[in-house]
């Protein structure tokens, strides 16, 4: 898109920078005067901060205000220009929820920008796990609240369940700024952010774990090549058959075979330090996209159970659940969605499909200088990881600091090893010393260093150059292997660089990485040069192509996850409009005088509309939880029906309007039953809590059984 609108608002702000700095206490901007609103925060931002915006900035500004996802490169300062915008929202009258990946960075920019805010005559307040009631109330209550995504989410759901209409603290939901925005809106967007209560503990699998373990790869199973499947051979099924006494592919009784496959799929295709770490007697999900452990976040289906009983860990805690929101569904509740990153243009299909949100490319304040070399591929991982570590100590020795990005947990720790033989002293980072991650960061670009680290040095994070790095040629990355997504790559890149710093990057690769060989498996790699680097120009095509292969699969996920539930949401925000009326007004009182007048004429007068209230609120919360199971349970089952070649999408919707209706006439029927019960049971949940589902990457059971179920019948 154009940025020739925006740029005439920058230049018309320049010419008013002399009249506004010479004022004693800037004014109160009008939103009318768009580029007088950009004198006045430019000069705000400098008195109070120390920060003079460039114009690069009031540029990102001013797509924000318009409703546009910027793409900013790294260290050109998105937050500023975030907090800017912002302001500007708020001073329109609207309410602003400034959306990020997680508690510290929303703590940090509110308190940062905080100084900014207050000059501008806006408040600002932030919200994190540990936020008390009243501080959440007070933060809300502000023209401008920061939180993480999923805090911000949770406290939409606990809302969703008061039963008094003064306990609510999130506003209505006006205007969402989303920090990282290609990562929130596209990454996670599938994430499901839950509400449970009535705990009891989880269902583990432990004969089902130490069975897996006996099974052997290629004999008993297989696991696709894309590595999201594993399935029974026949000569596995007869084994486990003959183990189990049990016939695996009865139809009626498949709880069998859905917990042997939750113990394959924890067994073959999660593994530990890649997938999750075990920290303090618990697994810990690791985001593969941050590579930082995903808080809060477990595996759905079952899936959570059976991988800690493959560790041998107490199974945690599961309840009903009680209410449920994607991070999509969340931020699609705001009429004003605007967000930034510096890799956006990657997903301007996804932003434009899913939220209807255009990409504005702001120019960087000073041209980019870093040297991004061509990958270096190799044969095998063996002769990857050798050259690497050769490239490294080679670099080491000039002094210059190396910033090395490896996929995963494990890979940093063995990288971490060979380069320790080698007598080089890295630092790593990674999802088990995350809480060193400031201090190791600060270090990174300084004079000899060597930092070894997952994606969590990917993203928000700024590496400032040490003393004499600059005339090394700035800090050289250097990524272990492609990622599934070329905006990581893109990330990591975006480390070096800075502000028109000097830096340089690079690419190893072997014919044998996962990603190649996942999403390309039958492409023959081209043979090697004498030294050992494939410079045949088809090496560098397969790795390409084999990531356009990942992301294409992984869009396709995106697009069949929310064709089943945007209808949920669709009948979640009809359920909660109705929930709404109950709550803060009289449609309880008068549906529950009209359906049993007699019963309503019994009641004292003070006290029958909250009673009628309570009554519908109780009815309405059960029939929904109710609901939710039966949407869970449907969808699981619904792609056996692609075997009697009808559309399981189309089969999904029709089943879930249907009993939809239901729910409504069973509200309306346990109600007026309640109403007239001498004591009715309103009892709720004594404890509640929330978590993120992390979005299974295999599909439903029934997905990963379908192809299987057919060939079983036939062999018998």
Not at 103 to 129: I, K
Not at 648 to 661: C, G, L, M, N, T
Request: aromatic share 6%; net charge negative; charged share 30%.
């Amino acid at each position: 898109m154009s940025l020739s609108p925006y740029k005439k608002i920058v230049k018309a702000a320049g010419e008013l920078a002399g009249e506004v700095g010479k004022l004693g206490e800037p004014p109160r901007p009008p939103m009318d005067d768009l580029a007088r609103f950009c004198a006045v925060a430019r000069e705000a931002a400098d008195r109070t901060l120390g920060l003079r915006p460039y114009d690069a900035q009031l540029l990102g500004t001013l797509a924000l205000l318009d409703g546009k996802i910027a793409e900013m490169a790294t260290g050109e300062g998105k937050t500023l220009a975030g907090a800017m915008a912002a302001a500007g929202h708020a001073l329109q009258g609207r309410r602003v929820h400034v959306m990020s990946v997680n508690d510290y960075l929303a703590r940090r920019d509110a308190e940062w920008m905080a100084p900014f805010y207050e000059a501008m005559g806006v408040t600002v307040g932030w919200v994190g796990q540990s936020s008390t009631f009243e501080e959440r109330r007070e933060a809300y209550a502000s023209d401008v609240t920061y939180g993480a995504v999923s805090e911000i989410g949770f406290d939409v759901l606990r809302d969703r369940l008061r039963t008094d209409a003064s306990r609510i603290i999130v506003p209505e939901p006006e205007v969402a700024l989303v920090d990282e925005a290609d990562s929130v809106l596209v990454d996670e967007a599938r994430v499901p952010l839950v509400m449970a209560g009535a705990s009891d503990a989880g269902d583990a699998v432990p004969e089902m774990a130490a069975l897996a373990r006996q099974l052997v790869r290629g004999y008993h199973y297989e696991i696709d090549d894309q590595a999201r499947n594993v399935y029974l051979t026949p000569k596995g099924a007869d084994t486990v058959e003959n183990l189990l006494g049990v016939d695996l592919y009865d139809e009626n009784e498949p709880g069998t075979l859905i917990e042997l496959n939750l113990a394959l799929h924890a067994h073959a295709l999660l593994t530990r330090d890649v997938d999750y770490i075990v920290r303090d007697g618990k697994v810990q999900l690791i985001n593969a996209s941050r590579g930082r452990v995903a808080l809060l976040q477990r595996w759905p289906n079952g899936l959570q159970a059976a991988v800690e009983a493959k560790e041998a860990l107490a199974p945690s805690e599961k309840g009903e659940i009680l209410d449920s929101i994607s991070v999509q569904g969340l931020v699609r509740r705001y009429p004003r969605i605007c967000g930034m990153t510096g890799t956006a243009v990657a997903v301007s299909e996804q932003l434009g499909e899913f939220y209807g949100l255009k990409v504005a490319v702001i120019p960087s304040n000073r041209p980019c200088v870093r040297i991004d070399e061509p990958d270096r591929v190799y044969p095998t991982v063996p002769d990857k990881d050798a050259a690497l570590v050769e490239e490294i100590q080679t670099v080491h020795a000039t002094g210059r600091p190396i910033l090395i990005g490896t996929l995963d947990v494990a890979e940093s720790e063995n990288l971490a090893k060979l380069l320790q033989r080698r007598g080089l002293e890295p630092v790593v980072l990674n999802a088990k010393n995350d809480a060193e991650e400031a201090a190791i960061i600060a270090r990174a670009g300084e004079r000899d260093a060597i930092t070894v680290s997952t994606q969590m040095a990917g993203r928000g994070t700024d590496i400032r150059l040490g003393e004499g790095v600059a005339e090394l040629g700035g800090l050289y990355v250097i990524g272990s292997g492609r990622h599934a997504s070329s905006r990581l790559d893109d990330q990591l890149r975006g480390r070096a660089g800075r502000q028109g710093d000097p830096g340089g990057s690079v690419f190893f690769v072997s014919m044998q990485d996962d990603l190649v060989t996942q999403f390309v498996p039958d492409e023959r790699p081209p043979a090697a040069d004498a030294d050992g680097l494939v410079r045949h120009r088809r090496g560098a095509y397969l790795v390409g192509h084999a990531q356009r292969v990942a992301e294409g699969v992984n869009l396709q996920i995106h697009r069949n996850t929310w064709r089943y539930t945007r209808l949920l949401e669709h009948q979640r925000e009809l359920i909660l409009e109705w929930r709404d009326k109950v709550l803060h007004g009289d449609a309880a009182a008068r549906a529950l005088a009209e359906g049993d007048p007699r019963r309503w004429a019994e009641l004292p007068e003070d006290t029958r509309e909250e009673t009628a209230r309570q009554i519908v609120l109780h009815a309405i919360d059960r029939c929904w939880t109710e609901h939710l199971a039966f949407l869970t349970d449907l969808r699981e089952g619904i792609h056996l029906r692609a075997l009697g070649r009808m559309s399981p999408i189309d089969e999904f919707q029709r089943e879930a309007v249907a009993e939809y209706k239901a729910m409504l006439a069973e509200v309306e029927r346990r109600s007026l039953a309640a109403f007239d019960a001498p004591e009715p049971d309103l009892g709720r949940p004594t404890a509640t809590w929330t978590y993120m589902v992390q979005d299974n990457p295999f599909g439903t059971e029934w997905d990963r059984i379908i192809k299987r179920v057919g060939s079983a019948a036939r062999r018998r």
